[in-house]
């Protein structure tokens, strides 16, 4: 089969578009508190070291701009080092799915009893109430 010319022309622009665009990815962290144990979900696309620091300056600088350091702030919790408070959940492309996924993992961490009770959590979600969870939360941690 030949090619045409708005052929090549078309593969030639959607080559450039396609190298120029870089989808980003993002991520889901927990953030455990060191005293009571319970757990912050979040979301970033920006690295988890600067996540972790931006949290961290919030706490040190008396501004609870997110439910992690509000939690630390308001009940006198303690905080730790990266290594010891933060993990990587899940990586995805920002959007409703990286939501979706958040609203997830905020559902069984709640239902678990382990989510801090400063994260904005209303109303359990009945598609996630089907899903397993024993994939994302061990019954015996």
Known sequence: MRQTLADTSF???FKRFYNTVKL???FLHKLK?????????????RSIHVR???HI??????NPLSAYAFHILQNIQEYGTIADT??????????????CWEALYMQVFHQH???ITEQKFSETIPIYE????TRIFPRNP
């Open 113 to 115: 009893k382990v989510l």
């Open 130 to 133: 089907l899903v397993n969870t």
């Open 86 to 99: 933060l993990q990587l959940m899940k990586t995805c492309q920002k959007g409703a799915r990286m939501n």
């Open 52 to 54: 972790h620091k931006e």
């Open 24 to 26: 980003r990815t993002f």
């Open 57 to 62: 300056r919030y706490i040190r600088t008396n």
């Open 33 to 45: 508190c060191n005293k009571c144990k319970n757990v912050y979900i979040g979301q970033s696309g």
């Open 11 to 13: 593969d030639l622009l």
